[in-house]
């Protein structure tokens, strides 16, 4: 008997934490993939969680887990498969401490990821980020700081966790302006700011401590994701009087990343510089901007040359086979 509890204890406390240093969000995902996961073995097997075994935890349950998320709890393929992931790497720790079980953690680990259709990438046209940027009152403190984080935001490109956890001490306003982004996987990266982002900023926070949030609530403190998301809801709705096609348009922090991105193509940035400028881990991430921009199709079709061939129709020829064929 194996059992599940001391292995699941110790990737978490060992692996995890220990080894790999993951981060609050890395453990929250596999501990609430885990906590549900949990649950339907108990219900699927009649075993309490704490008694599973890992023999129970094999590829038959995990393909019904995985199928109970899509049709009773509603997730989306992504989602889907995010899960699957962390049970992945579960049992590719079990690998090594369980290799007793190598064809049971093998039929696991075989288990593929779903293939999810291409979602269209949503952006803002430059007439649009206008009308969202004047949208803000600037007579109040509260509309100067989203001004200021909706420019940022389509300049830099940043993550909403990205710009919420900017702080005065990583904006650098003077030569070779930039801002330094605490990004995905704690990795840093150097963003340049253009002149009109440098003014914004400086503005903002002249008079602002060096620890103190860039963009920070009313108290002073980090600006929550729902609370960027409500501020940008507000603000779309205000903009579309000035500009209709925004009208139906769900703005978020991640489409204005998106119309980051989209800029900094239309521009004729090649797609390694736009991978390098939003933190992406591989070129592949950048490469649906590609497929969403018309344009860069566009042109790319106005520099080819016509084949020179003209159209033809297809002519019966008298054959005698085809004849025979024809009357029966």
Same mark, same amino acid.
């Given at each position: ?21 993951? /981060?609050v969000?890395? #453990? ?33 349950? #995990? ?13 989306t ?11 992945? /790497?579960?049992? &590719? ?8 079980? *190598?064809?049971l953690?093998?039929?696991?680990? *075989? ?9 269209? %990438? ?18 109040? /403190?509260?509309?100067?700081?989203? !001004?200021?984080? %909706?420019?940022? $935001? ?11 956890a ?11 302006? !930039?801002?330094?982004? !605490? ?43 729902? $609370? ?29 990343? !998106?119309?980051a ?19 992406? @881990?591989s %070129? @592949? ?6 497929? *969403?921009?018309?344009k ?13 061939? /003209? ?8 054959? &005698? ?8």
């Amino acid at each position: 008997m194996t059992g599940l509890a001391p292995l699941l204890q110790a990737f978490f406390t060992t692996r995890l934490t220990g080894q790999y240093g993951a /981060s609050v969000h890395t #453990i929250a995902a596999y501990r609430d993939t885990w906590r549900l996961l949990l649950r339907y073995a108990a219900t699927t097997t009649g075993t309490a969680p704490a008694a599973l075994d890992l023999t129970q935890v094999n590829s038959d349950l #995990i393909s019904g887990f995985l199928t109970y998320l899509e049709t009773d709890r509603g997730n989306t393929i992504s989602t889907r498969n995010a899960r699957l992931a962390a049970v992945h /790497s579960l049992f &590719t720790y079990a690998a090594y401490q369980h290799p007793e079980h *190598a064809d049971l953690i093998g039929r696991v680990l *075989a288990i593929p990821a779903k293939r999810a259709p291409r979602t269209e %990438i949503t952006y803002l046209t430059p007439p649009e980020v206008t009308a969202l940027l004047n949208a803000p009152d600037p007579s109040t /403190s509260t509309g100067r700081r989203d !001004h200021a984080m %909706i420019q940022v $935001a389509v300049t830099t490109g940043m993550r909403v966790a990205e710009f919420t956890a900017l702080r005065v001490a990583d904006t650098h306003l003077g030569t070779g302006a !930039h801002v330094v982004c !605490h990004g995905k996987g704690r990795k840093e990266r150097i963003t340049p700011l253009d002149r009109q982002t440098v003014r914004v900023l400086r503005d903002l926070i002249s008079h602002t401590a060096p620890d103190a949030f860039v963009f920070p609530t009313r108290d002073g403190t980090r600006m929550s994701h729902d $609370a960027v998301t409500a501020r940008l809801a507000l603000h779309t709705a205000t903009a579309t009087a000035a500009c209709p096609t925004l009208t139906g348009k769900t703005v978020t922090a991640h489409v204005l990343r !998106h119309t980051a991105a989209m800029r900094l193509l239309t521009a004729g940035i090649d797609s390694t510089v736009i991978a390098l400028w939003l933190g992406h @881990e591989s %070129i @592949e991430t950048t490469q649906v901007y590609l497929h *969403a921009n018309i344009k860069t199709k566009e042109d790319a079709l106005a520099r080819t040359r016509p084949t020179g061939a /003209s159209p033809g129709r297809y002519t019966v020829t008298d054959d &005698t086979l085809l004849a025979f064929l024809d009357g029966l």
